[in-house]
């Protein structure tokens, strides 16, 4: 299945990426038409040929982003994984995904109020969903363990802070340390689980 991205021309493929770049760096408002035309060494006047404006920019890069969650974390819901395994994985996931589109995620959240009502109400959806399933695993545990735990409010809780993880692990932390983390420290602290290596 094609991505947002893959379905643009090589041109505006072209101006999503110096976008991106320019968004994360200099914000979305400071960033203008001309500056995204000059990066490119086109005129500004060109680039509405492939582009109505800079709001439609922000929301390829909105739309892309959702698109890829929805894809990459598809298979979060296997009935084949054992508890530990599934919690393992849609770790691993989450942050990889986040670490390959750090600048991509970083705009989505900062501008998230700026994006249509639409792409809105689908990112909604599948965080509802993947909540539900993380959750639904989460239930399973705390019944083997007979654990007083809210599912979805862990749920929540691990959600929100796998997908700001960037934002408060050092700098020089890579996605396989984040994930480590997680999975060896935060779920051990949360769950009062030793995961197996």
Known sequence: ???????????????????????????????????????????AASLYSHISSKEQILEWIAKNYVGLLEAELVDFNSKERS????MRFMIRQNITLIGKNLEMAEIFRRYF?????????????????????????????????KLDLDAGLIAKFLMYNMNYAYKWTPENYKSEQIIDFFENKLLQKLLSIKLSP
């Open 1 to 43: 299945m094609k991505t947002f991205y893959q379905t643009l021309s090589k041109r505006q493929q072209q101006i999503f990426d110096i976008s991106v770049q320019l968004f994360y760096e200099n914000g979305f408002a400071e960033t203008s038409v001309r500056d995204i035309a000059e990066k490119l060494n086109i005129m």
């Open 83 to 86: 508890f530990e395994n599934q």
């Open 113 to 145: 109020n700026s994006i249509s009502k639409e792409t809105k109400e689908r990112y909604n959806r599948f965080i509802e969903a993947y909540a539900h399933h993380l959750s639904d695993a989460l239930k399973h545990f705390q019944i083997d363990k």
